[in-house]
C-alpha cells in the first residue's frame, strides 16, 4: 500500500535518558518539507492508535526525520522496544504550522523534559536567523535532563532547572529575577503543560511575546476530528491544523490539562495488559 | 423494433421481497452487517418484478447512470458476471453503493412500479451482484493503450476512488494521495461496520488498484506535497476530493468538556480505528450508560446505533420535528428498533461538568417550528421560559461537517467561498486553476456517497477531454 522506498524504516535509535529515546526514520517525503514546530503521525502496527510526535531533526539529503520520546503509554513502550532496521506501520506529515522564525533580537528558550529535544531544533533555527538565544532546559531530576552539551553548543547563554534542585536552579523561579534584567524579544516554550504555563505567567508582566507548543490528545490529526481542541483567547481552535503553537498568554492550560487526561484511565490499561503480555480477552482474535 | 406477440400479461408482483436483517435484539449487541442481503431465490424474484422499460425512468434518476435494467436483464438470466460488468461500466464501487445509497430518493422513486406498489428494490439487486462478484474474483477489464499523461487524486474517498477507476480505464496513469493511513475515505472513517463492512470498501479499493491506480497513504495533499509542487513535477491534472472532514461545534458553553465528542471523532475512533475492540486495538473509546447525540442526519443515526452498541441508553435531540429529520428514513426506522429514543424540538444550550472535567447535565431548551429558512425547512424557534436539564454521561455533537481548509490555504489561485470554504468548480468540475478540477463533499459541503461519485465521474470525463487535447 506504501511507495516502495516508503518503508519507514528506523535508521538510528539512541538512548536519551531513562526511558527517553530519539529516533531517526526514513521517511523522504517528509523530510523534503519539514519545518521547525511541526509534528507527524506515527503509526506502530496494524493495530496501533495514530499518535502524534514533534519532528526534533530532519535530513533531507538523507531522507530523515527525527522525534524523540518518552515511555510513558503502550505505544511508547512498544515503540522503545523497536530496534534499528525495524520499520513503523505508517509515519504521516508534515503536520501543523511551522514556528514562525526570524530575527527578533533576543530569544529566550524554554524547553522541559523531552520536550527539549524538538526545542534545539528551534533553538538552531533561531541562532541561524540571526538571534541571540539564551536557552533554559529542565527536568524533574538531574538524571532526565537530556542534551545538556548540544544546548550549550548551540546556544549564547544557557541554564538548568530541575524540580527537585538535584541540578541547577530550584524550579523557574529565577527566570522572574533573569526578566528584570535582562530583556528579551520573544519567548518559545515546549514541555510540560504545567511548565509552559508557569513560564507564560512569567512572562506576561514583561510583556514578552511567548510561544507554547502544544500536544494534546490527537486522533487524525488533519483537522477532522476535534479532539484537540483547546481554548486561546476565548476561541475554539484545533491544535493539530490551527497550531500546534500558539499565544501562551492566551492559552487555558486548565482545561488543556484536563483534556490530554480524558482517557488516561484506559491509557493505563492498555500499557498493563501489554505489560503483563497483551489483552487475553478473546475478542476478535483476527 | 421488432413488435413481440401480445401474450397474456404476467401478474406483476407488488411487493418488494423483503431483505433479511439481523434481529433487532441481537444485531444490538455486535458491529456485524445489519442486512443480510438476499439469497438467490430472493434476488431473482425481485429481479423479475423489473418491468424493462423501453424508457427507463430509473437511469435518469442515477447521479452515475447506472443501466439498471440491462443489470437487471442479465439476473434474470442468471449472467452475473455479465451484470457486474454492466454495472461497473458506470459505478467503481457497487457493493458500497448497493449498501448506503439512498436509492429511494433517486433510482427507485422514479420506479415505474412506484406508482401502483412497491418500487424495484434496484440496490439490493446492485448488492446482491456485487456480492457474488466478491465471492467469484474480479474481471479486470482489458488495459488499453496508455496515454502516458499523469493524473494525480486527492482523497481516497468516494469522488476520488471513481474518478481514479474511470481515468485509469481510460489508459491515464493515476496516482491516488490519502492523507489517512487507509483509504476509503468517509467509507472507512464515517460510516460504520454494521451498515458497510470494511472488508468490502477494501475489496473495492483492491478493484481499483487492479485497473492499475497507484495508492498512496499516510501522504497528505497539502502539507507531504501541495498541488502547486505536483503540477511542477510532471503530473497533468489533479482532481480534489477531500471531503468535508472539518467537524462543527455548537458554540454553547462547556463544549469542551470531557465525554463530548464531535461526531467525526467518535467515528474516526470506532470505524476507522476501532476503538470498539479496545484493547485489541490501540485506540481507545468511553461511552457512558446516557448517550445524547446532538443532530438528525444519517451521521447521527451511525453515532446513535454505534453507542447502542457500546452498551448505551441513547437519546437523539434533535431542533425540528420528525418529519424534518435529514437521515434516510430506513436508518431512522433501524435505530428506533434497536431502541433510538427521539427527543424532537430541543436543543442544548450549555454543559455542565463535574470536578474532573467530565460532562454531567446538559441544559435544554424546546424549540417551535416558525416558516420555512434558506434550506427550506421550517426554522426551530426557541420557546421562552421552556428550558430543562438532562442528566448525560457522553454527549455527541453531530451536526454537520464543513470542507477541510488545508488544500484552499496551500493551493495559489484555487477560488473558493468565502463564507462556506467549498472549491468553486464550473459544470465540468473543473476549479479556476486550468488542469485542477474538484468534486465531492469539498465543493457541495456534505452530502452523500454517490452524488460525490457522480461528481467524480464528471470531472473524470472533462478530465479526459482535458488531457487528450493537451499539447
Redesign the interface.
Known amino acids: 500500500m506504501r511507495r516502495r522506498n516508503e518503508t519507514y524504516k528506523i535508521i538510528t535509535t539512541k538512548e536519551l535518558a531513562p526511558k527517553e529515546k530519539l529516533f531517526e526514520v526514513e521517511a523522504p517525503d517528509i523530510a523534503a518539507k519539514a519545518k521547525p514546530g511541526q509534528f507527524v503521525i506515527i503509526i506502530i502496527g496494524k493495530k496501533g492508535e495514530r499518535i502524534p510526535l514533534t519532528i526534533c531533526d530532519y535530513n533531507r539529503t538523507k531522507g530523515t526525520v527525527s522525534f524523540a520520546f518518552h515511555e510513558v503509554g503502550k505505544t511508547t513502550k512498544e515503540l522503545g522496544l523497536l530496534s534499528e532496521g525495524d520499520c513503523l506501520e505508517n509515519v504521516t506529515g508534515p503536520l501543523g504550522n511551522p514556528s514562525e522564525i526570524k530575527n527578533y533580537g533576543k530569544v529566550l528558550c524554554v524547553g522541559g523534559s523531552i520536550m527539549i529535544a524538538p526545542l534545539l531544533l528551534q533553538v538552531k533555527a533561531m541562532k541561524e536567523a540571526g538571534n541571540s538565544v539564551t536557552t533554559i532546559l529542565g527536568a524533574r531530576i538531574d538524571d532526565a535532563l537530556i542534551m545538556e552539551d548540544k544546548a550549550k553548543a548551540m546556544s549564547d547563554k544557557l541554564y538548568i532547572a530541575t524540580d527537585d534542585g538535584s541540578k541547577g536552579y530550584q524550579g523557574l523561579d529565577f527566570l522572574k529575577e533573569l526578566l528584570e534584567t535582562e530583556k528579551f524579544d520573544r519567548c518559545v516554550a515546549m514541555g510540560p503543560v504545567v511548565m509552559m504555563k508557569t513560564v507564560s505567567d512569567i512572562t506576561k508582566p514583561f510583556n514578552i511575546p511567548t510561544i507554547v507548543t502544544l500536544t494534546p490528545l490527537m486522533v487524525d490529526a488533519m483537522g477532522m476530528c476535534g479532539v484537540c481542541r483547546v481554548t486561546v483567547g476565548g476561541k475554539m481552535q484545533f491544535s493539530c491544523v490551527d497550531g500546534p503553537e500558539f499565544d501562551g498568554h492566551q492559552v487555558d492550560f486548565e482545561e488543556l490539562v484536563k483534556r490530554q487526561r480524558l482517557f488516561l484511565p484506559e491509557e493505563r490499561l492498555n500499557s498493563v495488559l501489554w505489560e503483563i503480555g497483551g489483552c487475553k480477552c478473546g475478542r476478535n482474535e483476527a | 423494433m421488432a413488435e413481440t406477440k401480445p401474450k397474456a400479461k404476467p401478474k406483476i408482483k407488488k411487493e418488494v421481497v423483503k431483505m433479511p436483517k439481523q434481529k433487532p435484539k441481537e444485531r444490538v449487541k455486535n458491529f456485524n452487517e445489519v442486512a443480510l442481503g438476499y439469497t438467490e431465490e430472493q434476488a431473482l424474484e425481485e429481479a423479475s418484478r423489473c418491468l424493462q422499460c423501453v424508457k427507463p425512468q430509473c437511469v435518469a434518476g442515477c447521479p452515475v447512470e447506472v443501466p439498471i435494467p440491462e443489470f437487471i436483464e442479465c439476473m434474470r438470466e442468471k449472467k452475473y458476471a455479465e451484470g457486474i460488468a454492466v454495472i461497473k461500466s458506470k459505478n467503481a464501487l457497487p457493493a458500497v453503493c448497493g449498501r448506503v445509497c439512498p436509492q429511494e430518493e433517486q433510482c427507485q422513486v422514479k420506479c415505474v412500479l412506484g406508482k401502483i406498489g412497491d418500487p424495484v428494490s434496484i440496490g439490493r439487486l446492485e448488492r446482491y451482484l456485487a456480492d457474488w462478484e466478491r465471492d467469484h474474483d474480479f474481471q479486470i477489464p482489458e488495459k488499453v493503450k496508455p496515454t502516458g499523461k499523469k493524473v494525480a487524486i486527492v482523497g481516497a474517498g468516494p469522488a476520488g476512488l471513481t474518478a481514479a477507476a474511470d481515468l485509469a480505464k481510460l489508459g491515464h496513469e493515476v496516482v491516488i494521495f490519502e ?3 487507509l ?1 476509503g475515505g468517509v467509507l472507512v ?1 464515517g460510516i460504520p461496520e454494521f451498515r458497510l463492512p470494511k472488508a468490502i470498501v477494501r475489496n473495492e479499493v483492491n478493484y481499483i488498484e487492479k485497473l492499475g491506480a497507484n ?6 495533499i497539502g ?3 501541495t498541488i502547486p509542487e505536483l503540477m511542477k513535477n510532471g503530473i497533468d491534472a489533479v482532481f480534489i476530493g477531500s471531503g468535508a ?3 462543527q ?1 455548537l458554540g454553547v458553553s462547556g ?2 468538556l ?1 465525554g463530548i ?2 461526531a ?2 467518535y467515528l ?2 470506532i470505524n ?3 476503538a470498539f ?8 473509546i ?1 461511552v457512558g450508560k446516557h448517550v445524547v447525540v446532538i443532530g438528525g442526519g444519517n451521521v447521527a443515526m451511525d453515532c446513535a446505533r454505534s453507542s447502542m452498541r457500546l452498551g448505551a441508553e441513547v437519546c437523539l435531540l434533535y431542533r425540528r420535528s420528525r418529519d424534518e429529520l435529514p437521515a434516510r428514513k430506513e436508518e431512522i426506522e433501524n435505530a428506533e428498533e434497536e431502541g433510538l429514543v427521539c427527543r424532537f424540538l430541543a436543543a442544548p444550550l450549555r454543559f455542565i461538568g463535574d470536578e ?2 467530565w460532562v454531567k447535565t446538559m441544559g435544554c431548551q424546546c424549540m417551535e417550528l416558525g416558516p420555512p429558512d434558506e434550506s427550506g425547512r421550517r426554522r426551530p424557534i426557541p420557546i421562552k421560559g421552556s428550558e430543562f436539564t438532562m442528566e448525560v454521561d457522553t454527549v455527541i455533537i453531530a451536526i454537520g461537517q464543513t470542507p ?3 488544500i484552499q490555504r496551500t493551493t495559489e489561485g484555487l477560488e473558493v467561498n468565502p463564507k462556506r470554504g467549498t472549491i468553486l468548480i464550473d459544470e465540468n468540475g473543473k476549479t479556476s486553476i486550468d488542469g485542477v478540477y474538484a468534486g465531492g463533499d469539498v465543493v457541495t459541503g456534505a452530502a452523500t456517497v454517490i452524488s460525490a461519485m457522480g461528481a467524480g465521474k464528471t470531472a473524470a470525463k472533462a478530465i479526459h477531454k482535458y488531457l487528450m487535447n493537451k499539447k
Open positions: 492523507a489517512l493511513h483509504p472513517y495508492l498512496r497513504v499516510g501522504n497528505m502539507r507531504t506535497h472532514g472539518l467537524p461545534f463544549e469542551n470531557g465528542y464531535s467525526n471523532e474516526i475512533r476507522l480505528m476501532k475492540t479496545f484493547p485489541e486495538y490501540d485506540t481507545p468511553r474532573k472535567g477541510n481548509p488545508i
